[in-house]
């Protein structure tokens, strides 16, 4: 029976020529998304063509298994498939230590990105390819499509709110493939396949909130959702694909959405997720539809906390450690301190546009 396929990226590339690789010993940067175009695991088609040459396997958030939840702290574990040692590099670890590098010539990583800064699979991939620079280690990239293609939105990184969120210097909504991240703060190989995303191209889930392409398309706006007390789908089987609270009136913001005339739908919903934020509770908000025709999801994610600090009297920002989690996702304060001081959507979105 012939498995179907999709188009190639850098990994199939780097598999038609591995004589490259033999002899080397190999690290590889994975997790679970970490396919071929013919759906075999990266690690798995890895280890076949290098005949013992790929000896640790390195994981970001989420795990190997890319199924761990949010923010969760990572052990290192074995890949059962090829029985190979995984490091975690989320967790008190978040970059590897002198002896994960030290016997290795070469790091291979291949991991699905999704296009927004504050999604911390670049920020892991950028600091092992500079302690790789400093071991004197190779780094190869294996780079993938960006998801939401090249568009660029939101407002740069403010180097006081660094943080593993916030890691790279490059605008929200970045418009880059990881390769092209990685080779501005080290020296890297990048072998590119297929780099435009089409309908021919499923989704394979790169983590447990993005299960499908909706959400994808979705997270640029609803992530920011995660630095309010409004429920942005997770602890449900629509993560990212919701916007719902206790008390909130789902036909007025459903009114709000479609004014904006962006083609995103939303109809009403009520649940009640069965972990994280609002566990337990009964949440009245909407599903939204349409977002593969939705250009400027940033800035529909700006517009949706606008008008939802208009209709919940309950609207609260969340705090983290010292600051506020919404400056930590946006690498910004400015989106928050001017929702705050009662400007409109729009001027906060002109602000960022300016040169």
Known sequence: MSVPSYP????????????????????????????????VPTAQALAAALDGGLVRLFSPEHGWS???????????????????PVVSLYGPRRAP??????????VVIDLQDVGVRCYTYAATAARLAVACAEHGVEVIVCD?????????EGPPRDPSLRSFVAWLDVPFRHGRTLGALLA???????????????????WVPASPGLPDLEAVRLYPALV??????????????????????PGLDPAALAARIHAWETGVAARPIRFAPAWGKR????????????????AEPVAFGVRLLAALRELMPCFRWTESGDGWWIDAILGDRGLREGLDAGAPAEAILADWAAP
Do not use: K, M
């Not at 890319?66 to 190979?84: H, K, N, Q, Y």
């Open 8 to 39: 190639p990226s850098g990994i199939d590339r780097l598999l038609d020529d591995p004589a490259r690789l033999r002899g080397r010993r190999i690290g590889l940067l994975a997790n679970q998304a970490s396919v071929t175009a013919g759906f």
């Open 66 to 84: 890319g199924f761990d939840p949010a923010g969760d702290d990572v052990a290192d574990a074995r890949e059962p498939a090829t029985g190979l």
């Open 97 to 106: 230590e002198a002896a994960h590098l030290a016997d290795l010539d070469t």
């Open 144 to 152: 993938r499509p960006n998801p939401l293609g090249d568009g660029i």
């Open 184 to 202: 501005d703060v080290a020296e890297v190989t990048v072998v590119a396949g297929d780099l435009t995303w089409t309908p021919a191209r499923p």
């Open 224 to 245: 920011l959702l995660e630095g309010t007390n409004v429920s942005e789908g997770r602890g449900t089987t629509l993560p990212f694909r919701c916007v719902a609270a």
């Open 279 to 294: 566990e337990a509770e009964a949440c009245d908000g909407v599903q939204l539809y349409g977002a593969a025709g939705l």
